[in-house]
């Protein structure tokens, strides 16, 4: 009896150190938005948006400001699942004052994903 009390705990112990080896890592985009000259614009609107024919299009969409550094963060680590083949390819749409810029984020889970875009002036 004790013997087999002793082989469940350690196998306990086994399964839960395990488990925690394989600790979900957070799933992140960062994107900086800049003007022309390469500064980074504080207080810019930004938006994260994915294809809206696909089944969670609009529960993935996410919209922020910059940062003084030009920057806004976006935070899908709720959306993984570990185990699921890839993540998402988002749209990004931003703009300040007369100024608009778009671009595209390939956001892999796990990760730390980062991607510029350049705001330039509209023309009437």
């Given at each position: 009896m ?24 957070p ?10 000259s ?20 609009d ?6 400001m ?5 920057q ?9 699942k ?25 956001i ?17």
């Open positions: 004790r013997l087999s009390s002793f082989r469940l705990l350690t196998l306990v112990v086994t399964a839960a150190l395990f488990a925690a080896c394989n600790k979900e890592k799933t992140t985009a960062i994107i900086t938005i800049q003007d022309e390469g500064a980074p614009i504080p207080e810019a609107y930004v938006k994260l948006y994915a294809n809206p024919t696909l089944p969670e299009g529960r993935l969409t996410q919209e922020k910059t940062d003084a550094a030009g806004a963060s976006f935070d899908y680590t709720d959306f993984y570990q185990g699921q083949a890839g993540f998402a390819v988002m749209d990004i749409v931003s703009f300040k004052d007369t100024m608009v810029g778009q671009g595209i984020i390939k892999l889970e796990e990760e730390t994903n980062n991607e510029t875009v350049t705001l330039v002036p509209v023309t009437p």
